[in-house]
Protein backbone atom coordinates (compact mmCIF):
# COMPACT_ATOMS: atom_id res chain seq x y z
CA UNK A 1 0.00 0.00 0.00
CA UNK A 2 1.18 3.44 -0.66
CA UNK A 3 1.83 5.98 1.96
CA UNK A 4 -0.49 8.53 2.58
CA UNK A 5 1.10 11.81 2.06
CA UNK A 6 0.53 14.72 4.07
CA UNK A 7 -1.05 18.65 2.55
CA UNK A 8 -1.49 21.22 4.53
CA UNK A 9 -5.23 21.81 5.24
CA UNK A 10 -5.09 25.25 7.17
CA UNK A 11 -7.57 23.58 9.42
CA UNK A 12 -8.18 25.17 13.06
CA UNK A 13 -7.86 22.95 15.94
CA UNK A 14 -9.72 23.62 19.85
CA UNK A 15 -7.20 21.44 21.73
CA UNK A 16 -3.53 21.80 19.60
CA UNK A 17 -1.91 24.72 18.72
CA UNK A 18 -0.39 25.35 15.10
CA UNK A 19 2.93 25.11 14.25
CA UNK A 20 2.86 28.26 11.54
CA UNK A 21 1.08 30.58 14.27
CA UNK A 22 4.21 29.50 17.63
CA UNK A 23 7.20 29.99 15.35
CA UNK A 24 9.18 31.86 13.78
CA UNK A 25 8.22 32.03 9.40
CA UNK A 26 11.23 33.65 8.76
CA UNK A 27 13.10 30.81 9.98
CA UNK A 28 15.59 28.77 7.22
CA UNK A 29 14.40 25.61 8.22
CA UNK A 30 10.76 26.90 7.39
CA UNK A 31 12.05 28.44 4.60
CA UNK A 32 13.80 25.16 3.09
CA UNK A 33 10.91 23.45 3.85
CA UNK A 34 8.99 25.66 1.27
CA UNK A 35 11.84 25.82 -1.38
CA UNK A 36 11.71 21.56 -1.69
CA UNK A 37 9.68 19.96 -4.15
CA UNK A 38 8.20 17.17 -2.14
CA UNK A 39 6.19 16.14 -4.78
CA UNK A 40 9.22 15.39 -6.62
CA UNK A 41 10.47 13.16 -3.95
CA UNK A 42 6.39 11.54 -2.99
CA UNK A 43 7.18 10.21 -6.64
CA UNK A 44 10.39 9.12 -6.34
CA UNK A 45 9.85 7.31 -3.40
CA UNK A 46 6.51 6.12 -3.83
CA UNK A 47 7.63 4.26 -6.92
CA UNK A 48 8.88 1.42 -4.04
CA UNK A 49 5.35 0.54 -3.02
CA UNK A 50 2.64 -1.04 -4.65
CA UNK A 51 -1.10 -0.95 -4.32
CA UNK A 52 -1.79 -4.21 -2.43
CA UNK A 53 -3.63 -4.50 0.69
CA UNK A 54 -1.68 -4.26 4.06
CA UNK A 55 -1.19 -0.96 6.78
CA UNK A 56 0.01 2.29 5.18
CA UNK A 57 3.70 3.69 5.77
CA UNK A 58 4.46 6.47 6.94
CA UNK A 59 4.73 9.82 4.88
CA UNK A 60 7.60 10.21 2.55
CA UNK A 61 8.10 13.83 3.92
CA UNK A 62 8.19 12.49 7.06
CA UNK A 63 10.80 9.87 6.94
CA UNK A 64 12.55 11.68 4.70
CA UNK A 65 12.73 15.48 6.45
CA UNK A 66 14.15 13.19 9.35
CA UNK A 67 17.08 11.87 7.28
CA UNK A 68 17.92 15.24 5.92
CA UNK A 69 17.36 16.64 9.56
CA UNK A 70 19.66 13.86 10.87
CA UNK A 71 22.52 14.14 8.18
CA UNK A 72 22.11 17.97 8.16
CA UNK A 73 23.21 17.83 11.99
CA UNK A 74 25.19 15.29 12.42
CA UNK A 75 22.68 13.04 14.96
CA UNK A 76 22.13 9.53 15.31
CA UNK A 77 18.57 8.02 14.49
CA UNK A 78 17.91 8.17 18.45
CA UNK A 79 18.88 11.77 18.85
CA UNK A 80 17.30 12.64 15.72
CA UNK A 81 13.81 11.66 17.35
CA UNK A 82 14.54 12.84 20.40
CA UNK A 83 14.89 16.43 19.20
CA UNK A 84 12.17 15.81 16.82
CA UNK A 85 9.55 15.78 19.72
CA UNK A 86 11.18 19.12 21.69
CA UNK A 87 11.73 21.20 18.37
CA UNK A 88 9.05 22.78 16.41
CA UNK A 89 11.13 24.06 13.04
CA UNK A 90 12.01 20.18 13.26
CA UNK A 91 8.11 19.12 12.91
CA UNK A 92 7.17 21.93 10.51
CA UNK A 93 9.98 20.94 8.25
CA UNK A 94 8.77 17.08 8.03
CA UNK A 95 5.26 18.10 7.42
CA UNK A 96 3.32 18.40 10.55
CA UNK A 97 0.40 21.36 11.06
CA UNK A 98 0.14 20.70 14.89
CA UNK A 99 2.47 20.52 17.81
CA UNK A 100 3.22 16.92 18.47
CA UNK A 101 3.74 16.21 22.29
CA UNK A 102 4.90 12.28 21.76
CA UNK A 103 6.98 10.64 19.13
CA UNK A 104 3.87 9.44 15.84
CA UNK A 105 6.40 6.88 14.91
CA UNK A 106 9.13 4.39 15.77
CA UNK A 107 12.82 4.81 15.17
CA UNK A 108 13.22 1.60 13.51
CA UNK A 109 11.05 2.85 10.71
CA UNK A 110 13.76 5.10 9.91
CA UNK A 111 16.26 1.95 9.41
CA UNK A 112 13.58 0.22 7.51
CA UNK A 113 12.95 3.24 5.05
CA UNK A 114 16.30 2.98 4.36
CA UNK A 115 16.94 -0.38 3.24
CA UNK A 116 13.69 -0.54 1.51
CA UNK A 117 15.02 2.85 -0.28
CA UNK A 118 18.30 1.80 -1.25
CA UNK A 119 20.95 3.93 -2.99
CA UNK A 120 19.19 4.77 -6.32
CA UNK A 121 16.33 6.33 -4.87
CA UNK A 122 18.16 8.18 -2.31
CA UNK A 123 19.59 9.65 -4.94
CA UNK A 124 16.63 11.81 -5.50
CA UNK A 125 17.57 13.72 -2.30
CA UNK A 126 21.32 15.11 -3.94
CA UNK A 127 19.33 15.89 -6.81
CA UNK A 128 17.06 17.95 -5.02
CA UNK A 129 19.57 19.67 -2.50
CA UNK A 130 21.24 20.73 -6.43
CA UNK A 131 17.75 21.88 -7.59
CA UNK A 132 16.90 23.69 -4.62
CA UNK A 133 20.39 25.59 -4.42
CA UNK A 134 19.59 26.64 -8.12
CA UNK A 135 16.54 27.81 -7.15
CA UNK A 136 17.97 30.03 -4.52
CA UNK A 137 20.49 30.60 -7.00
CA UNK A 138 23.62 29.43 -4.84
CA UNK A 139 24.42 27.02 -7.71
CA UNK A 140 24.34 28.11 -11.40
CA UNK A 141 23.43 25.50 -14.10
CA UNK A 142 26.55 26.16 -15.95
CA UNK A 143 28.84 25.51 -13.53
CA UNK A 144 28.01 21.91 -13.16
CA UNK A 145 29.57 20.92 -16.43
CA UNK A 146 33.35 21.24 -15.30
CA UNK A 147 34.24 19.27 -11.64
CA UNK A 148 37.01 17.72 -9.73
CA UNK A 149 36.74 14.16 -8.49
CA UNK A 150 38.39 12.69 -5.69
CA UNK A 151 38.32 9.15 -3.87
CA UNK A 152 37.91 8.86 -0.07
CA UNK A 153 37.47 5.94 2.38
CA UNK A 154 34.28 5.65 4.61
CA UNK A 155 35.38 3.87 7.74
CA UNK A 156 34.07 0.97 9.55
CA UNK A 157 32.22 2.27 12.47
CA UNK A 158 34.08 -0.73 14.83
CA UNK A 159 37.67 -1.06 14.54
CA UNK A 160 38.68 -4.09 12.34
CA UNK A 161 40.60 -6.93 14.15
CA UNK A 162 44.53 -7.83 13.82
CA UNK A 163 45.33 -11.41 12.73
CA UNK A 164 44.89 -12.77 16.44
CA UNK A 165 42.17 -11.16 17.47
CA UNK A 166 40.30 -12.06 14.04
CA UNK A 167 40.93 -15.48 14.83
CA UNK A 168 39.92 -15.27 18.72
CA UNK A 169 36.48 -13.84 17.52
CA UNK A 170 35.73 -16.12 15.12
CA UNK A 171 36.83 -19.23 17.35
CA UNK A 172 33.92 -17.57 19.87
CA UNK A 173 31.45 -16.89 17.06
CA UNK A 174 31.36 -20.31 16.10
CA UNK A 175 31.11 -21.18 19.63
CA UNK A 176 28.49 -19.11 20.38
CA UNK A 177 26.33 -20.28 17.49
CA UNK A 178 25.94 -23.55 18.94
CA UNK A 179 23.53 -22.16 21.70
CA UNK A 180 21.53 -21.14 18.81
CA UNK A 181 20.06 -23.80 16.96
CA UNK A 182 19.04 -25.93 20.22
CA UNK A 183 15.06 -25.57 19.09
CA UNK A 184 16.23 -27.10 15.44
CA UNK A 185 17.04 -30.00 16.56
CA UNK A 186 14.59 -32.94 16.13
CA UNK A 187 14.94 -34.95 18.80
CA UNK A 188 14.07 -33.89 22.78
CA UNK A 189 18.08 -34.45 23.98
CA UNK A 190 20.54 -31.28 23.03
CA UNK A 191 22.59 -32.15 19.99
CA UNK A 192 25.95 -30.98 22.10
CA UNK A 193 27.01 -29.59 25.19
CA UNK A 194 27.33 -25.81 25.46
CA UNK A 195 30.51 -23.25 24.22
CA UNK A 196 33.49 -24.42 25.81
CA UNK A 197 34.11 -21.25 28.27
CA UNK A 198 37.80 -22.57 29.37
CA UNK A 199 38.63 -22.46 25.37
CA UNK A 200 37.06 -19.02 25.20
CA UNK A 201 38.99 -17.90 28.18
CA UNK A 202 42.48 -19.17 26.75
CA UNK A 203 41.39 -17.66 23.25
CA UNK A 204 41.38 -14.40 24.58
CA UNK A 205 44.15 -14.55 26.85
CA UNK A 206 46.44 -15.65 23.93
CA UNK A 207 45.00 -12.82 21.85
CA UNK A 208 46.06 -10.29 24.45
CA UNK A 209 49.66 -11.43 24.19
CA UNK A 210 49.90 -11.44 20.76
CA UNK A 211 48.78 -8.06 20.67
CA UNK A 212 51.35 -6.88 23.61
CA UNK A 213 54.37 -8.75 22.26
CA UNK A 214 53.42 -7.08 18.24
CA UNK A 215 53.07 -3.93 20.24
CA UNK A 216 56.40 -4.26 21.53
CA UNK A 217 57.70 -5.12 18.04
CA UNK A 218 58.86 -8.87 19.92
CA UNK A 219 57.62 -10.58 16.69
CA UNK A 220 59.04 -14.20 17.11
CA UNK A 221 57.28 -14.15 20.82
CA UNK A 222 54.10 -12.98 19.36
CA UNK A 223 53.84 -15.89 16.67
CA UNK A 224 53.83 -18.55 19.51
CA UNK A 225 50.06 -17.09 20.30
CA UNK A 226 49.00 -17.03 17.23
CA UNK A 227 49.91 -20.61 16.46
CA UNK A 228 48.26 -21.05 19.42
CA UNK A 229 44.97 -19.27 18.40
CA UNK A 230 45.09 -20.69 15.05
CA UNK A 231 45.16 -24.36 16.79
CA UNK A 232 42.09 -23.08 18.91
CA UNK A 233 40.37 -22.27 16.07
CA UNK A 234 41.01 -25.66 14.00
CA UNK A 235 39.26 -27.51 17.20
CA UNK A 236 36.53 -25.44 17.35
CA UNK A 237 36.17 -25.70 13.34
CA UNK A 238 36.07 -29.30 13.26
CA UNK A 239 34.06 -29.59 16.70
CA UNK A 240 31.61 -28.26 15.04
CA UNK A 241 31.84 -29.76 11.81
CA UNK A 242 31.21 -33.19 13.33
CA UNK A 243 28.40 -32.24 15.59
CA UNK A 244 26.51 -31.06 12.93
CA UNK A 245 27.01 -33.63 10.28
CA UNK A 246 23.84 -35.17 8.88
CA UNK A 247 21.26 -32.43 9.82
CA UNK A 248 20.87 -30.62 6.93
CA UNK A 249 19.11 -28.07 9.09
CA UNK A 250 22.22 -27.01 11.33
CA UNK A 251 24.43 -27.53 8.08
CA UNK A 252 22.55 -24.61 6.54
CA UNK A 253 22.45 -22.88 9.73
CA UNK A 254 26.40 -23.21 10.70
CA UNK A 255 27.62 -22.34 6.61
CA UNK A 256 28.08 -18.29 7.06
CA UNK A 257 30.18 -18.72 10.41
CA UNK A 258 32.14 -21.51 9.29
CA UNK A 259 32.88 -20.26 6.05
CA UNK A 260 34.17 -16.90 8.04
CA UNK A 261 35.88 -18.75 10.14
CA UNK A 262 38.03 -21.10 7.26
CA UNK A 263 38.33 -18.14 5.22
CA UNK A 264 40.10 -16.24 8.97
CA UNK A 265 42.28 -19.29 9.25
CA UNK A 266 43.63 -19.68 5.80
CA UNK A 267 44.25 -16.38 4.92
CA UNK A 268 47.89 -15.03 4.41
CA UNK A 269 49.07 -11.80 5.28
CA UNK A 270 49.72 -10.36 2.00
CA UNK A 271 47.61 -12.31 -0.07
CA UNK A 272 45.66 -11.03 -3.58
CA UNK A 273 42.69 -12.32 -2.70
CA UNK A 274 39.75 -10.85 -0.68
CA UNK A 275 40.66 -10.89 3.14
CA UNK A 276 38.38 -10.69 6.15
CA UNK A 277 39.23 -8.27 8.07
CA UNK A 278 35.85 -8.25 10.21
CA UNK A 279 33.37 -11.30 11.38
CA UNK A 280 30.59 -9.02 11.72
CA UNK A 281 31.32 -7.33 8.74
CA UNK A 282 33.14 -9.54 5.83
CA UNK A 283 32.40 -6.78 3.07
CA UNK A 284 34.98 -4.58 4.78
CA UNK A 285 38.25 -3.83 2.70
CA UNK A 286 41.76 -2.47 3.92
CA UNK A 287 42.17 1.03 1.54
CA UNK A 288 45.85 2.42 1.54
CA UNK A 289 46.35 5.86 2.91
CA UNK A 290 49.55 6.31 2.05
CA UNK A 291 50.27 8.83 4.62
CA UNK A 292 52.69 9.06 7.62
CA UNK A 293 49.81 9.42 10.33
CA UNK A 294 47.06 6.79 8.92
CA UNK A 295 48.90 4.40 6.35
CA UNK A 296 45.41 2.78 5.84
CA UNK A 297 41.92 2.32 6.72
CA UNK A 298 39.27 -0.17 6.78
CA UNK A 299 36.19 0.50 5.38
CA UNK A 300 34.60 1.24 1.77
CA UNK A 301 36.04 3.67 -0.86
CA UNK A 302 33.89 6.70 -1.97
CA UNK A 303 34.15 9.10 -5.02
CA UNK A 304 33.25 12.28 -4.55
CA UNK A 305 32.51 15.44 -6.88
CA UNK A 306 32.02 18.84 -6.77
CA UNK A 307 32.30 21.57 -9.46
CA UNK A 308 35.49 23.75 -10.05
CA UNK A 309 34.12 27.32 -10.06
CA UNK A 310 33.54 28.01 -6.91
CA UNK A 311 29.27 28.71 -6.36
CA UNK A 312 27.78 31.58 -4.56
CA UNK A 313 26.39 29.67 -1.60
CA UNK A 314 29.89 27.74 -1.61
CA UNK A 315 31.13 24.11 -2.74
CA UNK A 316 28.36 21.35 -3.08
CA UNK A 317 29.24 17.88 -3.55
CA UNK A 318 26.85 16.95 -7.11
CA UNK A 319 28.24 13.15 -6.55
CA UNK A 320 29.07 10.77 -4.17
CA UNK A 321 28.88 6.79 -4.28
CA UNK A 322 30.68 4.56 -2.51
CA UNK A 323 32.95 1.90 -4.62
CA UNK A 324 32.93 -1.37 -3.11
CA UNK A 325 36.18 -3.94 -4.13
CA UNK A 326 38.82 -1.32 -3.39
CA UNK A 327 39.34 -0.30 -7.41
CA UNK A 328 41.47 1.96 -8.56
CA UNK A 329 41.30 5.39 -8.53
CA UNK A 330 41.56 5.71 -12.66
CA UNK A 331 39.26 2.77 -12.96
CA UNK A 332 36.34 4.22 -11.24
CA UNK A 333 35.83 7.05 -14.13
CA UNK A 334 33.77 4.46 -16.11
CA UNK A 335 30.72 4.56 -13.83
CA UNK A 336 31.55 7.81 -11.96
CA UNK A 337 30.90 9.81 -15.24
CA UNK A 338 28.03 8.52 -16.49
CA UNK A 339 26.66 8.50 -13.06
CA UNK A 340 27.16 12.62 -12.14
CA UNK A 341 25.66 13.27 -15.80
CA UNK A 342 22.56 11.35 -14.79
CA UNK A 343 22.20 13.59 -11.42
CA UNK A 344 22.90 16.49 -12.64
CA UNK A 345 21.53 16.51 -16.11
CA UNK A 346 24.59 18.45 -17.55
CA UNK A 347 26.71 16.99 -20.11
CA UNK A 348 30.53 17.33 -18.33
CA UNK A 349 33.13 19.03 -20.06
CA UNK A 350 35.86 19.24 -18.07
CA UNK A 351 37.21 16.33 -15.90
CA UNK A 352 39.79 17.46 -12.88
CA UNK A 353 41.47 15.10 -11.09
CA UNK A 354 44.34 13.99 -9.00
CA UNK A 355 47.97 12.04 -9.81
CA UNK A 356 46.43 8.52 -8.98
CA UNK A 357 43.61 8.65 -12.06
CA UNK A 358 46.73 8.11 -14.26
CA UNK A 359 45.41 5.52 -16.65
CA UNK A 360 42.09 6.21 -16.27
CA UNK A 361 39.52 4.18 -18.72
CA UNK A 362 36.76 6.95 -19.22
CA UNK A 363 34.37 6.02 -21.23
CA UNK A 364 35.05 6.89 -25.32
CA UNK A 365 33.70 10.47 -25.47
CA UNK A 366 35.53 11.50 -22.57
CA UNK A 367 38.87 10.60 -22.94
CA UNK A 368 40.10 13.66 -23.90
CA UNK A 369 37.83 15.60 -21.01
CA UNK A 370 39.91 14.29 -18.29
CA UNK A 371 43.25 16.10 -17.27
CA UNK A 372 45.66 14.43 -13.92
CA UNK A 373 47.72 16.35 -11.97
CA UNK A 374 50.99 16.33 -13.79
CA UNK A 375 49.72 16.15 -17.19
CA UNK A 376 51.88 17.78 -19.86
CA UNK A 377 50.16 16.76 -23.37
CA UNK A 378 46.99 19.11 -23.98
CA UNK A 379 47.16 21.09 -21.32
CA UNK A 380 46.24 24.66 -22.19
CA UNK A 381 46.57 28.22 -19.86
CA UNK A 382 43.18 27.58 -19.03
CA UNK A 383 43.17 23.82 -17.71
CA UNK A 384 46.45 25.14 -15.91
CA UNK A 385 44.36 27.46 -14.06
CA UNK A 386 41.67 24.94 -13.52
CA UNK A 387 44.41 23.08 -11.72
CA UNK A 388 44.95 25.52 -9.32
CA UNK A 389 40.79 24.51 -8.45
CA UNK A 390 41.70 20.57 -7.89
CA UNK A 391 42.19 21.32 -4.10
CA UNK A 392 38.50 22.31 -3.54
CA UNK A 393 37.41 19.11 -3.17
CA UNK A 394 39.22 18.49 -0.16
CA UNK A 395 37.56 20.68 2.30
CA UNK A 396 34.44 19.16 1.47
CA UNK A 397 35.68 15.65 2.02
CA UNK A 398 37.26 17.05 5.36
CA UNK A 399 33.40 18.62 6.31
CA UNK A 400 31.31 15.23 5.44
CA UNK A 401 33.87 13.17 7.16
CA UNK A 402 33.45 14.86 10.35
CA UNK A 403 30.50 16.93 10.07
CA UNK A 404 27.99 14.32 8.19
CA UNK A 405 28.84 11.36 9.16
CA UNK A 406 30.67 9.90 6.10
CA UNK A 407 33.81 9.39 8.36
CA UNK A 408 32.07 6.86 10.46
CA UNK A 409 29.45 4.54 9.25
CA UNK A 410 27.33 3.22 11.74
CA UNK A 411 24.68 1.25 8.94
CA UNK A 412 25.58 -2.56 8.21
CA UNK A 413 26.16 -4.45 5.28
CA UNK A 414 27.02 -3.13 1.82
CA UNK A 415 24.00 -1.31 1.60
CA UNK A 416 24.33 0.58 3.84
CA UNK A 417 27.73 1.52 3.04
CA UNK A 418 26.14 3.14 -0.27
CA UNK A 419 23.59 4.39 1.78
CA UNK A 420 25.69 6.29 3.75
CA UNK A 421 28.02 7.78 1.10
CA UNK A 422 24.64 9.54 -0.69
CA UNK A 423 23.41 10.82 2.79
CA UNK A 424 26.45 12.27 3.78
CA UNK A 425 26.79 14.68 0.57
CA UNK A 426 22.89 15.13 1.13
CA UNK A 427 23.36 16.43 4.72
CA UNK A 428 26.38 18.00 3.53
CA UNK A 429 24.23 20.04 0.71
CA UNK A 430 21.35 20.82 3.12
CA UNK A 431 23.30 22.32 5.60
CA UNK A 432 25.16 24.40 2.98
CA UNK A 433 21.82 25.59 1.92
CA UNK A 434 20.57 26.30 5.49
CA UNK A 435 23.36 28.68 6.00
CA UNK A 436 22.70 30.60 2.31
CA UNK A 437 19.21 31.22 3.01
CA UNK A 438 20.10 32.80 6.67
CA UNK A 439 22.88 34.59 5.09
CA UNK A 440 19.80 35.78 2.48
CA UNK A 441 17.24 36.40 5.01
CA UNK A 442 20.07 38.85 6.93
CA UNK A 443 20.61 40.71 4.30
CA UNK A 444 17.18 41.24 3.06
CA UNK A 445 16.55 42.81 7.13
CA UNK A 446 19.55 44.87 7.04
CA UNK A 447 18.19 45.98 4.09
CA UNK A 448 14.82 47.06 5.13
CA UNK A 449 15.98 48.04 8.41
CA UNK A 450 18.38 50.44 7.60
CA UNK A 451 18.42 53.68 9.99
CA UNK A 452 18.09 57.04 7.44
CA UNK A 453 21.04 58.95 7.38
CA UNK A 454 21.72 61.66 10.37
CA UNK A 455 20.93 65.03 9.34
CA UNK A 456 23.65 67.43 8.59
CA UNK A 457 23.85 70.70 10.79
Known amino acids: MKPRE???????????????????????????ARLIDWGFLEDRFGAVYSDGP?????????????????????????????????????????GEEFFQHVLTFDRSSMTRWRQRMGEEKLIALLQESLAVAVKTEALKPSEL?????????????????????????????????QSRPRASCSSGQDAWDGPTSELCACGQVRADQQQRYSHARQFKRAGKPLRKLKTYLRRVIRDVARKIDGNETLTAIFAPPLSRAYRVLTQKKRQEAPKVYSMHAPEVECIGKGKAHKPYEFGVKVSVATTISPSKGGQFIIHAKALPGNPYDGHTLETVIPDIEATTGVELERIIADAGY???????????????????????????????????????????????????????????????????AVGYNFRRLIKW???????????LYRPPPSAVA
Open 358 to 424: KGHNAPADYKFKVYTQGQKRGVTPEIKRLFRRRAAVEPLIGHSKDEHRMGCNYLAHAQGDASNAVLA
Open 54 to 94: GSPPLPTRLMAGLEILKYSYDLSDERVCELWVENPYFQYFC
Open 145 to 177: SKVVVDTTSERLSRQALTCAAEECHASHRCQIA
Open 6 to 32: RRETGQEDFFRARLDQIIDMRHALVKL
Open 437 to 447: IAMLLCLIRAC
